[in-house]
Every structure is written in C-alpha cells, then in structure tokens.
C-alpha cells in the first residue's frame, strides 16, 4: 500500500465508484493533493464492470429523471466499454491514478479527540500489515449493494455456479429465480426484466412474505408493476426450504408449503453488510429508509468532516447526481482547508 500507516491525508474517499472517481478528479482540480481512494474491488466503477452486460448503453440520468451536470466531471452517454474507457482516460489525465488503493475493505471510520478520523481497515488487511490511514476529511461514497448474506440451508456443489449473489451470470433466456424482500432484490428482479439483451428471461420474485414491505417507494411501485402485469411472476409468502439438482439439471427448489419448482439460476438478495453498517458504525445519524442525514448544500453529514454521497444518500442511481454531489462535498472541503 502506498500510504505508510498512520499518514494523515486531506480527504480519503472511501469508494471507488462514479462519485468516488469524481471527487478524486475533483479535488485535483481544488488543489488539493494529499489524498487516498479505497475501495474493495479491484477496479473503479466496480458496479458497473459487475452489472452492465457487454456493449450496455451507460446513461447520466435515472428512471427518466434528467440531471445536468454541475461540477468539472462529465461523460458521454456512450456503452459500457467506453465509459470505462473515458472514466481511465479522465483519472488519467487528472493525474490521480496513483491515489487509488484497491483490494481493501473498511469497516468504520473513528473521529478521534484531535479531530482527525481514522480508517479502520477489514481483519484481512491488518493480516497484510495495513491498519490505519488518518485523514482530515472523509467523502464515503459506498454502493447500496454489500456484503451478502446466505440462506441457513446448503448449497449443492453441483450448484454453485447457478446459485449467485449478483446478476453477472444470468444468460437470456433463463428461468431465474431472485429471493429477497429488500431494494436491492428487487431491483435484480425489475432490472432484469428492463435489461436490454435479456428480454427472453423468465423472472420470479421469492420472499417469505406476502406482501413488499422492506423496499423503498420507488422499488415497490416498480416491482408491483411487473408483478401485477406477470413480467415478474410471484412467488412470495412461503419460504425455501433446500435447494437439489433436478434430474435435468437444474435447480430444484423445495418450499416450506410442500410446493416444488425448477430454475435455471437463482439469486440471493438477502442483505448483509451494506453501507448502513459503516454509516451507523461511524456515528452518521440515519433517517427514514436508513438514508443518511445529510446537509444537501454540502453532503457532510452530522459528524464534521464525514460526507456522504452518490445512490447511499438516494434511490436515484445517476452517475451525474454522482459527480454532482462529489463537486459539492469537494467544494465544501476546500474553502475550509485554505
């Protein structure tokens, strides 16, 4: 790792994302150089190397809602291929390419007396000698998606390929099942079915509950959407009690009601380690749909210091909201910094 332990940098930004990306170039453009990028992936924009399919179209704006970008970073909506490539060229030509740190993951952030925070890394990394960074700002620009969690039951090793946690392996045309009653369950399921290329998957929504009642407002209305014109077929209110090969190989799956089914793939969406965990665990006061309370103006949150920004703080998931809340975080550090 580049930065000794104990070293004190201006901003670390935890996460390696647009907005992460973003308050990199940012901060370069403010003048100000003594900075850190960790993220736990080994790339930036993780997200989208995971999610978007080969030749994706990547867009600025979300679900419709038109964004116009306020700060220095920009992109063309252009595929995947090349926004990650104008996204290199960018870190490139901003001269913070060497300010990234990947492969490391953090568990909280502590303020300590003197006003510095200190970062405190994942078991894995003290193992490797990494323990702390100290820095005088913190911009978390952390994904909704984490850590996820397993069902009780085991898989199968025959299995292990078509039982997943992301959809990176779905293939057009498969019956694929997605369990969990949370947002990011279901966006797998509404996402796959608007999924340019996978039009010819069938999609099943699992939860042991009935009804949605976990998903913020915008995921359920999307999700009652298609579950009520059949693109998503329902098979919520009774749990999974084990998964087996089928005889024709493919997943059987055993319900608690006696019920049985076959699927192609399944995907676990049943929580975990997600952004609230670091939120809560680094003082940051949280509200209605664990959502962050933030001053909007400036995305630092009630500890001093501590900003948060990008899809953590909204379920509007556009890169340009991204940079724009980088430049705002950014903008604020700097005029405190002189």
């Excluded at 940098?9 to 992460?20: K, T």
């Excluded at 700060?71 to 595929?79: A, D, I, L, P, Y």
């Excluded at 006003?115 to 405190?120: A, D, P, Q, S």
Aim: net charge negative.
């Amino acid at each position: 790792m580049i930065h000794e332990n104990g070293k004190v940098v201006d901003i670390a930004i935890i996460g390696a994302g647009p907005g992460g990306m973003a308050c990199a170039i940012e901060a370069k453009l403010a003048g100000i150089e003594n900075i850190v990028v960790i993220d736990k992936a080994p790339h930036h924009n993780d997200m989208i190397h995971k999610f978007y399919k080969k030749g994706k179209r990547v867009d600025k704006d979300w679900m419709g809602i038109k964004f116009e970008f306020k700060g220095n970073v920009t992109f063309e909506e252009c595929s995947k291929e090349e926004y990650i490539q104008q996204m290199d060229d960018k870190l490139k030509n901003a001269g913070v390419l060497d300010k990234f740190e990947y492969n490391h993951e953090i568990m909280k952030v502590n303020k300590d007396e003197d006003g510095l925070f200190e970062i405190v890394f994942g078991q894995d990394n003290v193992a490797e000698g990494i323990e702390t960074i100290r820095a005088k700002n913190i911009i978390l620009s952390v994904g909704r998606m984490g850590k996820p969690n397993k069902p009780k039951y085991k898989f199968p090793k025959e299995l292990k390929d078509v039982l997943n946690f992301n959809l990176s392996k779905v293939q057009n045309g498969e019956r694929v099942m997605i369990v969990g009653g949370g947002d990011t369950a279901g966006e797998y399921a509404y996402g796959l079915v608007e999924l340019e290329g996978m039009e010819d998957c069938v999609v099943t929504l699992n939860y042991r509950q009935a009804e949605i009642k976990r998903m913020n407002p915008t995921n359920t209305q999307m999700c009652m959407k298609y579950l009520d014109n059949g693109k998503i077929l329902n098979k919520m209110g009774v749990d999974i009690e084990s998964v087996e090969p089928s005889e024709a190989g493919k997943i059987k799956v055993n319900f608690t009601d006696g019920s049985t089914a076959e699927y192609d793939r399944a995907v676990y969406a049943l929580g975990g380690t997600t952004p609230v965990d670091i939120l809560v665990n680094s003082g940051v006061k949280t509200g209605e749909w664990d959502v962050p309370v933030y001053d909007e103006n400036t995305m630092e949150t009630n500890v001093q210091g501590l900003y948060t920004i990008g899809d953590v703080v909204t379920d509007q998931g556009s890169i340009a909201l991204a940079f724009n809340h980088a430049c705002f975080a950014v903008s604020d550090i700097a005029s405190k910094l002189k």
